[in-house]
């Protein structure tokens, strides 16, 4: 990859600016006492926009190092496995969630599954401690736990 | 004038308030000292936590001020210990912190670095006690058309100070600008940029912008060092724990002299503790290292940075709470926190809200208090959070972050756009941008927008009125100096150079 990324991020933006000022050009408003209305500040910031992305075009800095191959699923996984826990947060109950969010988690980060799965009970335990006890906030309880005995 | 100290004190010596300061205290040195998670990243994943616990106005303040602060004293650990700035603002404690550690001196420089920490912070504190009550009568005359002015000012003064790319600075605060335009415009009811999703209406929440921006974004980062690196770097033995006298008074010019710097960058507009620490450590090093000991080493050149950038993060406090403009990405945050209150921090908190600026204030008193007695003999305890792996650490920083936004917002859609926003913040972060101006732009740019329509629906549409007061002609001629000055003023020089290599020849 030969392109600098900061080409890349002025195209992009530039494109943004467009996308930007052509919304706020479809803003209508039928009557108002605001002499400058809705659509003036978006505009102005598109167009600031647009000039610091054409600098940005024709001056860009270096490249950074950019993740590639596992790096790449590990952090997909991250965001994956916290969208997971938004999933079943509630229908699951706080512990269980928690605790296999952390493994999975910690996993991730390269702790050995005994290690992960010791700290998945502790940290889900002892936030659970904290969050309820400690700061009076209510958690999802594991209603289907009770519901099997 | 200076009745709101005693209302404060009333307010910050309650138990509950006592007890939160000493907890913000506790957890700020906690965070803080987790090697790469700065004062701001501490204060965005801990704000809706805070928010959630139901405390009211002033209590949450005192906490997140306490963390604000706290967090700047255990940001030095990894910087001296690790040599690994916390955030921006620690690069030039690790110059000489980190050499004198490697010589066995890391006992008594984190010991050195908790006095000028708390002699700078006072300083500052002072200054606000001083200062705020007269800044905020003169901010009384501010008219729409001077606020728009004095957050051009911000903004100009902001990309040209902070950050280490002026341009990227620039293109974070309009970004964050821009999504603050997303949602119903309050002034005609029209919606922009929301493209029919009814969930956009409100805007982009704030918790879920800044935990996603600072905690999501810190976590996918954290997962890319933990991938390169090894964690933990060889930490120097503490040495003997205790600083001695003779050395604090060894760098007491450096000390004061850095507080005063720091105080007055701090006072800036979107200038923080990164530029205080930076302007601080350069001066002394002008004015006092006559034997070239300063990066090998030298105790003045670890406390001025010190001393500055606590007075920096303090001195942010006075532009927040009298005109209402943040000093520092972390005090955006918590201008932003406190907008969740319903209270807009402005020219009339010394008046309409007394018990939340003097809570504040006198607050800080004692949370820099509180701080040194912790610092001082626990600086070893502190340091042990330094060899916490980071496969502990992180999933439980992603608990509490995601609770915290899943309490105000227990919808998919919510954490959705975290996880989006998350992703937005790593890319930008691994381009090269600092996320304060991006925060600014954002809790700025609302405001910025108001004051500018209200100013021309009051000259009825007349640009004349931006321009016609003696304070915003003031604020554009020091607004458009700030850009033109860091261009100008190398091309001057050359200039000059040039002209007398000629004469010479």
Sequence with gaps: ?149 | MWDFLAQGFAVALTPLNLGLAFLGALIGTLFGALPGIGPINGIAILMPLAYTMGLPAESSLILLAAIYTGSEYGGRMSSILLNVPGDAGAVFTTLDGNPLAKQGLAGPALGLSAVSSFIGATLAILGITLFAPLLARVAVMFGPAEFFALMVFAFASMSAMMGKDPLKTAIGAVLGVLVATIGVDSGTGVLRFTFGIPELYDGIDFIVLIIGLFAISEILLMLEHSHTSDDGGAMAPLGRVMVRLKEVLFCKWAILRSGLIGFVIGVLPGTGASVAGAVAYTTEKRLSDQKGTFGKGDMRGLSAPESANNAAAVGAFVPMLTLGIPGSGTTAVMLGALMLYNITPGPTMFTEHTAVAGGLIASLYLGNLMLLLLNLPLAGLFARVLTIPRWLLVPAIAILAFVGVFQLHSNLYAIFLMLIVGVMGYLLRKLGFSLAPIILGYVLGGLMEQNLRRALAISGGDSGILWQSGISIGLWIAAAMLIVLPWLLPWLWRKRNAASCSLSK
Excluded at chain 1, 81 to 86: F, M, Q
Excluded at chain 1, 105 to 119: D, M, N, Q, V, Y
């Design chain 1, 1 to 149: 990859m030969n392109i600098a990324a900061d080409r890349i991020l002025g195209i992009v933006l530039l494109g943004l600016a467009a996308f930007v000022a052509a919304q706020a050009m479809q803003l209508h408003v039928p009557f108002s006492y605001d002499p400058l209305g809705p659509k003036a500040f978006p505009l102005g910031l598109s167009v600031l926009l647009a000039v610091f992305s054409l600098v940005l075009l024709f001056r860009p800095g270096t490249n950074g190092d950019w993740p590639r191959g596992v790096l790449v699923l590990k952090l997909l996984g991250v965001l994956l496995t916290l969208l997971v826990y938004a999933l079943v947060f509630t229908s699951l109950g706080y512990l269980p969630a928690t605790a296999l969010v952390v493994l999975v988690l910690s996993r991730l980060f390269g702790a050995p599954w005994a290690k992960a799965a010791i700290s998945g009970v502790l940290v889900a335990l002892g936030s659970y401690l904290l969050f309820t006890q400690a700061m009076g906030i209510l958690l999802p309880a594991s209603d289907w736990l009770t519901a099997l005995t």
